[in-house]
């Protein structure tokens, strides 16, 4: 088995370094060219949106997973080839890890910590087993490694990298490590 759909977590804000902008548009295209879905949260604004239109024009699939509260404030991207309008902010979260193979984290800010820190809690929990990368584009991340590392060295985590979460420094990367990695396998409690 092959990655076949990858859930991308990153920012909606607009007004972001052109760098992390580009990051989005270059990974929603060879995303779509290497025949993988992009599942994210719905959004026409921000990276999100920039990830889904390069997504979409290099012919690629875009499942969007947006809250009804957010619709209804004119975020969601009509455009996406599947948009779900979810319950809530959980039930969104929930629906999009179920529908990825594995899961990517670009640039952004508290929204995109919060999915990042949740993912790799339920892959720590046993709740999946899916592969999630960490997108560090021009060192936006290394604040978040030290962290991290921070967390390991005072006792209160076991080496999280590379066992839940790897670490790659650009899209290039990341499309090499999905081309290697393989979707897991179902969850060992049956809580999700």
Same mark, same amino acid.
């Given at each position: 088995?092959?990655?076949?759909?990858?859930?991308?977590?990153?920012?909606?804000?607009?007004?972001?370094?052109?760098?992390?902008?580009?990051?989005?548009?270059?990974?929603?295209?060879?995303?779509?060219?290497?025949?993988?879905?992009?599942?994210?949260?719905?959004?026409?604004?921000?990276?999100?949106?920039?990830?889904?239109?390069?997504?979409?024009?290099?012919?690629?699939?875009?499942?969007?997973?947006?809250?009804? =509260?957010?619709?209804?404030?004119?975020?969601? $991207?009509?455009?996406?080839?599947? &948009? !779900?309008?979810? @319950? +809530?902010?959980? *039930?969104?979260?929930?629906?999009?890890?179920?529908?990825?193979?594995?899961?990517?984290?670009?640039?952004?800010?508290?929204?995109?910590?919060?999915?990042?820190?949740?993912? =790799?809690?339920?892959?720590?929990?046993?709740? $999946?087993?899916?592969?999630?990368? &960490? !997108?560090?584009? @021009? +060192?936006?991340? *290394?604040?978040?490694?030290?962290?991290?590392?921070?967390?390991?060295?005072?006792?209160?985590?076991?080496?999280?990298?590379?066992?839940?979460?790897?670490?790659?420094?650009? =899209?290039?990367?990341?499309?090499?490590?999905?081309?290697?990695?393989?979707?897991?396998?179902?969850?060992?409690? +049956?809580?999700?």
């Amino acid at each position: 088995m092959t990655i076949s759909r990858v859930c991308v977590y990153c920012g909606s804000a607009g007004a972001v370094d052109e760098r992390y902008r580009e990051a989005a548009r270059e990974l929603g295209g060879a995303l779509a060219r290497a025949g993988i879905d992009v599942v994210y949260g719905g959004g026409r604004i921000g990276l999100m949106g920039l990830l889904a239109d390069a997504a979409l024009d290099a012919g690629g699939r875009v499942i969007g997973i947006i809250p009804g =509260v957010l619709r209804d404030a004119e975020l969601a $991207h009509q455009g996406a080839t599947e &948009l !779900v309008i979810a @319950d +809530g902010m959980h *039930e969104r979260k929930r629906l999009m890890t179920e529908r990825a193979d594995a899961f990517a984290i670009l640039p952004g800010g508290i929204g995109t910590l919060d999915e990042m820190f949740e993912i =790799v809690t339920w892959r720590h929990l046993g709740l $999946h087993d899916k592969p999630v990368f &960490l !997108v560090d584009i @021009d +060192g936006y991340w *290394e604040p978040l490694r030290c962290l991290l590392d921070h967390l390991v060295a005072h006792k209160f985590a076991a080496p999280l990298v590379p066992r839940l979460l790897e670490i790659v420094p650009g =899209v290039a990367d990341l499309i090499a490590a999905l081309a290697r990695a393989r979707p897991g396998g179902p969850p060992r409690s +049956g809580l999700l």
